[in-house]
């Protein structure tokens, strides 16, 4: 995709996104890499389904520097940007999106110490590289009052080999991030990760 089309992608993913209730209410996030490799990452503190493609930052994933800053000089650049970069360099992400669902929520509720193990689901084989008849994984991180305050958590766990293969992390009274390879790989596995929590927490309470 051109960087042109990316940008495009990314508004309408959060449109889909706050449909969903996952970015609603201004919270939640979402970047991918353009063609030089630097990160387009959206703004904070505004309503995730009118952002536009003009309103992407571009940050240089090394030290999270702006590169150029977004059309609209009021827009600030989102709290995630470490958080996000550190997956790009941990796992080789090419896309990351923050969620503020109510399921990622209530499923870390229902984790054991610093993780949720997720079984027995055929929408298992969504997530890169597992089977239905996996046990899945999933960090579960502590809440901080900002986010960047996160991200020594978040490097914890994405070198934690019990973690390897999850492709997401979810924040105690919070939310969760989600990555993929590319664009649509994220939106692959936030549709799929949101399934599993949803799925987990209904369990859970029948």
């Keep these: 995709m051109t960087d042109l089309e990316t940008r495009e992608l990314l508004c309408e993913l959060l449109r889909a996104f706050y449909v969903r209730g996952w970015v609603s209410g201004t919270g939640g996030g979402i970047c991918a890499l353009d063609s030089d490799r630097n990160m387009l990452l959206a703004p904070t503190g505004v309503h995730k389904e009118r952002i536009q ?3 992407f930052f571009v940050i ?3 030290d999270g520097s702006v590169v150029r800053p977004a059309a609209d000089a009021g827009l600030r650049p989102s709290e995630c940007n470490a958080i996000f970069r550190a997956a790009i ?3 080789e992400a090419a896309s990351v999106m923050h969620s ?3 399921s990622s929520v209530l499923a870390a509720d229902l984790a054991a110490d610093d993780h949720l193990a997720i079984r027995d689901l055929e929408m298992l084989k969504g997530i890169r590289g ?3 008849h996996d046990t899945h994984l999933v960090p579960v991180i502590t809440n901080t009052p900002r ?3 996160l991200t020594d958590q978040v490097e914890a766990a994405l070198k934690d080999d019990r973690f390897a293969g999850s ?3 979810l924040v105690r009274d919070h939310g969760a991030y ?3 390879s590319d664009l649509w790989e994220t939106k692959r596995h936030a549709e799929v990760y949101h399934f599993l929590f949803e799925a987990t927490v209904a369990r859970a309470t029948r």
């Design 60 to 62: 240089d994933t090394r």
């Design 167 to 169: 492709y997401a992390i």
């Design 130 to 132: 597992l089977t239905n």
């Design 147 to 149: 986010e960047y305050e």
């Design 53 to 55: 493609p003009p309103d």
């Design 100 to 102: 503020h669902a109510l």
């Design 89 to 91: 360099g941990e796992r």
């Design 178 to 180: 989600i990555w993929g």
